[in-house]
T-cell receptor, first 112, second 112 residues
Framework: ETGVTQTPRHLVMGMTNKKSLKCEQH?????MYWYKQSAKKPLELMFV???????ENNSVPSRFSPECPNSSHLFLHLHTLQPEDSALYLC???????????FGPGTRLTVL | QKEVEQNSGPLSVPEGAIASLNCTYSDRGSQSFFWYRQYSGKSPELIMS????GDKEDGRFTAQLNKASQYVSLLIRDSQPSDSATYLC????????????FGGGTRVLVKP
């Protein structure tokens, strides 16, 4: 188990539901990330937070809404998702946004 | 052209042999290179990082970097069945705002 934890580990939701993914890092890092990993596609960077400020938003649809209340916690709020949003959502952290990243275990999301 | 390219495999290797994985990248200004291992259903785990041309060895793993050829490789010596996983190449360069760009991964199967 790494110093980056994610909950829940599995989530099934309908297209009209609202849910949130949580990430917590215990490494004292200042940068946190959300990635999406779909079958047969490379890891896609979604959001980057550095010192609690969002520094990157890779043209992610507004149905994904990140929140970083402090340097240890990162959330991804989900609403009105589509079946094609089903994927493994990975959180990562690093000492700074230019350093090596360490991944959490991921949340396997299925949208029905 | 993909920014970071890997052969998807599977690369089938007999136990005890050397597995050789290749990765090419398009951003000539890239400075940092990483290899991650991802077991099925798990999150990526950092194996190696390399920043300078040449070889870097860590246990059974050797990373090789050739910036002139825009090529980075990973050798796994004395391959074990437990090395069976997908290996992700990641590159950090100015073209992507110094964020990590991942390749699609190479699946390695080590057969006893």
């Amino acid at each position: 188990e790494t110093g980056v934890t994610q909950t829940p580990r599995h989530l099934v939701m309908g297209m009209t539901n609202k849910k949130s993914l949580k990430c917590e890092q215990h490494l004292g890092h200042n940068a946190m990330y959300w990635y999406k990993q779909s079958a047969k596609k490379p890891l896609e960077l979604m959001f980057v937070y550095s010192l609690e400020e969002r520094v990157e938003n890779n043209s992610v649809p507004s149905r994904f809404s990140p929140e970083c209340p402090n340097s240890s916690h990162l959330f991804l709020h989900l609403h009105t998702l589509q079946p094609e949003d089903s994927a493994l959502y990975l959180c990562a952290s690093s000492p700074s946004s230019a350093d090596t990243q360490y991944f959490g275990p991921g949340t396997r999301l299925t949208v029905l | 052209q993909k920014e970071v390219e890997q052969n998807s495999g599977p690369l089938s290797v007999p136990e005890g042999a050397i597995a050789s994985l290749n990765c090419t990248y398009s951003d000539r200004g890239s400075q940092s290179f990483f290899w991650y291992r991802q077991y099925s259903g798990k999150s990526p785990e950092l194996i190696m990082s390399i920043y300078s041309n040449g070889d870097k060895e860590d246990g059974r793993f050797t990373a090789q970097l050739n910036k002139a050829s825009q090529y980075v490789s990973l050798l796994i010596r004395d391959s074990q069945p437990s090395d069976s996983a997908t290996y992700l190449c990641a590159v950090r360069g100015p073209a992507a705002g110094n964020k990590l760009t991942f390749g699609g991964g190479t699946r390695v199967l080590v057969k006893p």
